[in-house]
Each structure stands twice: as C-alpha cells, then as structure tokens.
C-alpha cells in the first residue's frame, strides 16, 4: 500500500488541466496589466522626457 501511494504522489507527467488554467489565467492578467502600463500616459511621457534632455545636451 505504501508504495503504491508513493509512486502515485511521485509521478508527475505535467501539469494538469487545472495547472493550465491557471497559468493561462495568470498570463493573460499580467499581460492585461502591461498593455495597460505601456499604452498609458505615463511611460510615453517618460520616454519623451528622456529623448528630448538627450537630444538638448551640449557637449
């Protein structure tokens, strides 16, 4: 008995249907967030901000 529990505990072929809901679930949320971040205001601006002090400097 004990060693049929093991080897069914031990044996992992991948991950199971649940495993990959999950893990689509959390990708589409993470890349829900970083669309949303990018097509902000706010690292447009930034960037705008870090090219235009670069091209304003004198050497």
Do not use: C, H, Q, W
């Not at 990959?20 to 890349?31: D, P």
């Amino acid at each position: 008995m004990n060693a049929r529990l093991m080897r069914v505990v031990s044996e992992d072929a991948g991950m199971s249907t649940v495993e990959y809901a999950i893990g689509t679930i959390a990708a589409a949320a993470f890349g829900a967030v970083l669309y949303t971040v990018v097509t902000g205001e706010s690292i447009p601006d930034a960037l705008t901000g870090i090219i235009e002090k670069a091209l304003n400097t004198s050497v």
